[in-house]
């Protein structure tokens, strides 16, 4: 603390070297703790890490808090972070020596928006590979983000709590970890799927068996581009 009471200024390397004390001290008791490293000043980098990131910033009831969030998780005060279904873990590093404990409860997506999903993606998606890395339709972009039948959730769909003394409705712990989830979805964006209890290869299960039913359905008719059978025969001089 400083002369007058408040924190004492740290750097942004003092902070980092901070956290990875910390880090280092935590491994110790649990080696299994996952702590979000940001390299450079991106928190995301894929199509899913930045589609969550986006999608959070977009409401107007998180875009003047979640903002606070940014230096923390970027200055690695996000000691572990752990994502299963409907629940993300933390650790997060304050100001004081202790930690916070960070538990955000996100619902799962309802059977029938799941249904819309898959049925809007009408054989638009090839394969895992491609879900994965967001290589998909532009148009499919709008169906998994828009806010009526999409799949990333709305602030009415996220409930969080955070063992820090901040009396704010979003403290810049439960933003860090929010903003850590959008960094964690760049190493493995299935892990997406497992919060909002979803089947991913499902997804592509469905749209590669909608291809084929649309295959089937036009193999007995005759194609324009087919040439008839009399002009094959002339062609060849039969």
């Known amino acids: 603390m400083s002369y007058y009471g408040y924190p004492k200024y740290?750097?942004?390397a003092e902070k980092k070297e901070k956290a990875m004390r910390a880090i280092?001290?935590?491994?110790?008791?649990?080696?299994?703790?996952?702590?979000?490293?940001?390299?450079?000043r991106t928190i995301a980098k894929s199509w899913w890490g930045k589609a969550w990131n986006t999608n959070l910033e977009s409401y107007a009831d998180y875009r003047n808090r979640i903002a606070r969030g940014k230096s923390y998780v970027c200055n690695y005060a996000v000691l572990d972070l752990k994502i299963s279904k409907?629940?993300?873990?933390?650790i997060v590093q304050g100001s004081r020596a202790k930690p916070?404990?960070?538990?955000?409860?996100?619902?799962?997506?309802?059977?029938?928006?799941?249904?819309?999903?898959?049925?809007?993606?009408?054989?638009?998606?090839d394969s895992l590979e491609q879900l994965i890395e967001g290589k998909f339709p532009k148009a499919l972009e709008v169906?998994?983000?828009?806010?009526?039948?999409?799949?990333?959730?709305?602030?009415?769909?996220?409930?969080?709590?955070?063992?820090?003394?901040?009396?704010?409705?979003?403290?810049?712990?439960?933003?860090?970890?929010?903003?850590?989830?959008?960094a964690r979805l760049d190493q493995d964006p299935m892990l997406f799927f497992e919060?909002?209890?979803?089947?991913?290869?499902?997804?592509?299960?469905?749209?590669?068996e909608q291809k084929l039913e649309s295959m089937l359905r036009n193999a007995g008719k005759q194609s324009n581009r087919e040439i008839p059978d009399e002009d094959i025969s002339d062609l060849f001089g039969l």
């Not at 280092?24 to 450079?40: A, C, Q, Y």
């Not at 909002?196 to 590669?208: A, F, I, P, T």
Request: glycine fraction near 6%; aromatic fraction near 8%.
């Open 10 to 12: 740290e750097s942004v």
């Open 24 to 40: 280092k001290k935590l491994k110790k008791k649990n080696p299994d703790i996952e702590p979000v490293i940001i390299e450079g």
């Open 195 to 208: 919060l909002r209890n979803l089947d991913g290869q499902e997804l592509v299960r469905k749209s590669m």
């Open 86 to 90: 409907g629940l993300v873990e933390a």
């Open 143 to 182: 169906l998994f983000t828009e806010r009526d039948y999409g799949m990333f959730p709305s602030p009415k769909e996220i409930h969080f709590d955070c063992s820090c003394p901040d009396w704010a409705s979003m403290c810049k712990h439960v933003a860090a970890v929010l903003y850590g989830v959008g």
């Open 100 to 125: 916070y404990d960070v538990r955000i409860a996100i619902d799962t997506l309802d059977g029938k928006k799941w249904e819309q999903v898959t049925s809007l993606c009408n054989h638009r998606i």
